[in-house]
């Protein structure tokens, strides 16, 4: 019988096996904004005053490696481990070297049904005071802080157990799904959308689909809805291919589009999304992924 109840806080980083770090931090620092500095053999990428929210190590994979999800105190993470083991999972601690690595006191570490890692984790690591996060390109600066450090689309061939490790292991919260097509006469998308505890629309989502990749794309929210066009400009400039133009969500409200990262999974680059509060927040149906736009770049 289950006797812990525990959510994270929010999805403190992203950890990316790439096989170009050098094609990873231009684009990162000249298209999308954020702030490069090396770690390790890898990068680590700052959106805010934490140290790292994107961890970009060499890997042949090109994908995503790993995630990092926050609590607050160490008791939330010692009742979030309680709570993985209830639901059969394994999670194992994080050596100091690792925890080193990923700038945080201590984690633990367990694997969900479609190879991922997660990192659950306490004590991050900022920035000193006198070394504010800077973009070479943004007007504004990106809406990470306690609403994490963005959101990602997992691609899974087995939604039920997907569902209980998010749900049940995890112990994130519904916000709500899309069931329609992607496009007139085109596939169905049967995705839910799923929210930590500081609200962010939502930090992860699944959906059953084929894919050579963990994921379908990764998402970093700005401040200023101009930076979002302004960065689509960026990258038409620069040649960088795109998977979606601009459009806007029904279910999230965000203003976006994804470009297609040296990896070859998505980044999705937005402005106002929503953020969700439990006390009157009602979990709807959606049947379209768009209210507008977000037309792949043939259409």
């Excluded at 309680?82 to 945080?104: D, F, I, K, N, Y």
């Excluded at 963990?214 to 990258?235: F, K, N, P, Q, S």
């Excluded at 402005?271 to 037309?295: K, N």
Aim: overall charge negative.
């Amino acid at each position: 019988m289950t006797t812990t109840h525990s959510i994270p806080a929010s999805l403190g980083y992203f950890v990316i096996g790439a096989r170009d770090l050098a094609a990873w931090r231009a684009f990162a620092e000249d298209l999308v904004g954020m702030q490069a500095e090396p770690l390790g053999d890898g990068l680590a990428l700052r959106l805010d005053q934490q140290a790292q929210r994107f961890i970009v190590e060499p890997g042949e994979e090109d994908d995503l490696r790993a995630v990092g999800w926050l609590y607050d105190t160490e008791a939330a993470l010692e009742a979030a481990i309680a709570q993985a083991r209830e639901h059969g999972a394994t999670p194992e601690a994080g050596s100091a070297a690792l925890c080193r690595a990923r700038g945080v006191e201590r984690l633990a570490r367990l694997v969900d049904p479609n190879g991922i890692a997660h990192e659950l984790h306490f004590g991050p690591r900022y920035a000193p005071h006198d070394a504010p996060f800077r973009s070479r390109c943004l007007r504004g600066g990106f809406v990470a802080g306690a609403l994490g450090a963005g959101h990602y689309v997992a691609v899974t061939a087995d939604h039920d157990a997907t569902a209980r490790f998010y749900r049940e292991t995890l112990g994130l919260r519904v916000s709500d799904y899309i069931r329609g097509e992607v496009a007139p006469g085109g596939p169905v998308l049967e995705a839910t959308f799923l929210h930590a505890a500081t609200g962010r629309h939502h930090s992860v989502a699944y959906a059953v689909g084929p894919t050579h990749k963990r994921v379908h794309h990764l998402m970093v929210e700005y401040t200023e809805m101009r930076d979002v066009g302004l960065a689509h400009e960026r990258c038409l400039a620069a040649g960088v291919p795109l998977m979606m133009g601009l459009g806007q969500h029904p279910n999230d409200g965000m203003f976006s589009f994804y470009a297609v990262t040296p990896s070859g999974f998505g980044l999705e680059i937005g402005w106002g999304g929503v953020v969700v509060d439990d006390a009157d927040w009602q979990v709807r149906s959606y049947t379209r992924l768009s209210d507008w736009g977000h037309h792949p770049p043939h259409a």
